[in-house]
């Protein structure tokens, strides 16, 4: 039953990160959102190491900076500018598509063939992909304007889908210190950009510091902590199962707690694309099945 807790609490507090980011971008430099939540997640991360009393046996440092680029830096950078533009609902809809893009860049990364079933599932999530992104190209000046920040949101899905298989291959200590030192070297290169790009900071209200604070602090570090906490308990088969979750949540809360109104083909991008992830995780269990 706990981990069914833990499954559920993954994807509100996943599917929640929009919601807070939409509501931060209004009132801060985007900049400093992305470098915000990246220093508060990772003080959240470093408390609850010290907590359990896990340090790190060897600090590869360089390869932390590199993967935080592409894992943390860019995909908050891009996140951040995007969601000034789009709708929560829909970012969330469009980030359903990390498992997919994993797949397409793993033969790429790691060297993991790319079963036909999963070439398939792919081309379903680029399916809803095409939903959602079709309205764009009918002609209208404002759905000419969103294009871009809807094809920012599908860039940054695929930087984390880039950073996860770079930490599989070169990362080797325990999975939370890993995210540990991943959100500090993003700490420290995101507020290099943000004190160069936008430097006069003033002290925001607490209506942007609070939404602010929940991002790092609850979506980023906490939902870093209870992913890694489910696989350890559970396995990453069943943690996957959240990638059904934080997408269905996050436009759920989008309408909920926004009154986002995003257009009719975004729910069918939304099935297209969970079709797309049961698809694979189904080829999965067959090839276990039959290897058995």
Known sequence: ??????????????????????????????????????????LTLWLLCALFRLQSKARFWPIYALIALVDAT???????????????????????????????????????????????????????????????????????????????????????????????????????????????????ELTIVALIKAPALTMPSMDALVPLLMLGILSTGLGYFVFMALIARSGPTFASMSNYLVPVIGFLLGGWLLNERPPHTTAWALLLILLAIALNQWGRKVKRSVSM
């Open 1 to 42: 039953m706990k981990k069914y807790l833990y499954l559920t609490l993954i994807g509100l507090l996943w599917g929640a990160q929009f919601v807070f980011m939409r509501q931060a971008v209004a009132h801060i430099s985007d900049v400093w959102v992305a470098a915000g939540r990246a220093i508060t997640g990772a």
């Open 74 to 188: 860019l995909p908050f950078l891009m996140l951040a500018w995007a969601q000034k533009q789009v709708d929560s609902s829909i970012s969330a809809v469009i980030m359903g598509m990390i498992p997919l893009l994993t797949l397409l860049f793993a033969p790429m990364v790691i060297g993991e063939r790319l079963r036909p079933i999963a070439l398939v599932s792919v081309l379903v999530g680029f399916g809803g992909i095409w939903v959602l992104f079709a309205p764009q190209f009918m002609g209208s000046t404002h759905s000419e304007a969103r294009f871009w920040p809807l094809f920012v949101t599908l860039i940054s899905a695929g930087c984390y889908a880039l950073g996860m298989l770079l930490v599989k291959r070169f990362a080797r200590e325990s999975p939370l210190l890993i995210a540990r030192n991943i959100l500090t070297c993003a700490a420290v």
